[in-house]
């Protein structure tokens, strides 16, 4: 059924490059088919008034790393705890998620393909932030750089188990750590089929990048966090000492990559920089959420719920048991737009764009989402001015928070 005429008023409307004050967007059958300054925008007869009472009106956000939310892991494996993630980041604007595999057995793996491809299909507003495709992540991590993910679940890739993955046609994004045997066979395949192609839990040399940018690597998953730095390269290959990851990444325009923006993984000059170095169009913000966001303190699965690793959550940041280290965040993307906006010299439009368009531009659903312009899905918010969610609407319906 097509969703009732809307237009929102009273607010500031962001679009990619610029705001406008005093503006309007208007949505008709799921998409939005007008925006402009309030005065100039026809509007529909019988369209129903969203006011965004002096705040802002934004594009949805997407997020291409995030692992779980509300108690559920993606990794669970089923179709409600894959609707019950999607509900929570929902709440925090979230409209496009991309849920993300971890390390796991070949089974697990592909029951969590399976139950978000049966939420993609079946997919109602109340199901909370749409499926757009899968983040391929774990297994194929190089075994120094696991994280806090389950070390016996890590593997090389094996491309009997990846093309039978990639066959079941809901992945968008795939991650390989570079340096691992078999890496460059993933790349290939995955770019062939027009993923987004990245390179993350990886100890991998300049030499080893630049193999994997031929084979269509374009990406990096969360800069800093276990990924090669050069006294991790000259540790593992000696000298001369090598250009790693974070080398590789901030000297080639076409490579985009990520932070994790939740004041905590990062610090403001970091984030900062990260900014300056790749721009708002090649830098995006990820939420790496896990299964303990809006979840009181205690200790939490990493990964499927039957044996994925321990963590601590303290109620802003996830931690490993043996206090090592952090482990992903607890927060939706509401807070990494935030925090990104509050640190670092970001415009508005910039910070926005960082968690909608540039995420949509890098996997590939641009012109569907990720913006407010006519044509696009009816996926918009209204902010308050200090960018707070206060009502979140996918393809022109509201989504109640319960
Ligand atoms: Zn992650």
Not at 29 to 38: C, D, F, S, T, Y
Not at 139 to 157: I, M, N, Q, T, W
Not at 244 to 253: A, C
Not at 358 to 369: D, F, L, M, N, S
Request: net charge positive; aromatic share 8%.
């Amino acid at each position: 059924m097509p969703a009732r005429p809307l237009v929102f008023v009273h607010g500031t409307v962001i679009l990619p490059n610029r705001e406008i004050e005093d503006g309007a967007v208007v949505c008709s059958g799921g998409k939005i088919v007008a925006v402009g300054g309030r005065r100039e925008i026809r509007v529909p007869k019988g369209a129903a008034t969203i006011d965004a009472k002096g705040g802002f009106i934004g594009p949805g956000y997407i997020d291409i790393h995030v692992h779980g939310g509300a108690g559920a892991d993606f990794m669970d494996g089923t179709p409600e705890a894959v609707r019950t993630a999607n509900r929570v980041h929902a709440k925090h604007g979230t409209t496009s998620i991309f849920p993300t595999t971890t390390t796991g057995s070949r089974e697990q793996i592909t029951a969590m393909l399976r139950a978000c491809k049966a939420v993609q299909r079946g997919w109602k507003v109340r199901d909370g932030a749409y499926v757009a495709g899968v983040h391929f992540y774990g297994p194929y991590f190089a075994p120094e750089k696991v994280g806090c993910h389950l070390k016996s679940g890590r593997r090389d890739p094996d491309p009997q188990e990846y093309r039978k993955d990639f066959d079941l046609g809901i992945i968008k994004i795939a991650t390989c750590a570079a340096e691992l045997t078999g890496a460059e066979a993933f790349y290939r395949e995955a770019a062939r089929r027009g993923y987004l192609v990245t390179c993350g839990h990886s100890d991998s040399s300049w030499s080893e990048m630049a193999r994997a940018f031929r084979a269509g690597m374009r990406h990096v998953d969360h800069f800093w966090c276990a990924m090669s730095s050069v006294p991790s390269v000259r540790a593992r290959l000696k000298e001369p000492m090598q250009g790693s990851m974070e080398q590789f990444t901030l000297f080639h325009e076409a490579m985009s990559t990520e932070v994790i923006a939740d004041g905590i993984h990062l610090s403001s000059e970091l984030l900062e920089y990260a900014l300056r170095m790749k721009g708002p169009e090649r830098l995006l913000l990820v939420t790496d959420a896990n299964r303990a966001v809006d979840m009181p303190p205690g200790r939490y699965r990493f990964g499927p719920k039957a044996d994925g690793s321990w963590f601590v959550s303290n109620g802003k940041v996830g931690i490993n048991p043996d206090g090592s280290g952090l482990a992903s965040t607890v927060v939706g993307m509401d807070t990494m737009v935030r925090i990104m906006k509050q640190k670092t010299s970001a415009s508005l439009p910039e910070a926005v764009r960082m968690g909608s368009l540039t995420p949509a531009e890098r996997a590939g659903i641009a012109q569907k989402a990720g913006s407010l312009e006519a044509g696009k899905r009816a996926d918009v918010l209204v902010l308050d001015k200090g960018l707070n969610v206060k009502r979140v609407f996918m393809r022109g319906e509201e989504f109640a928070a319960s």
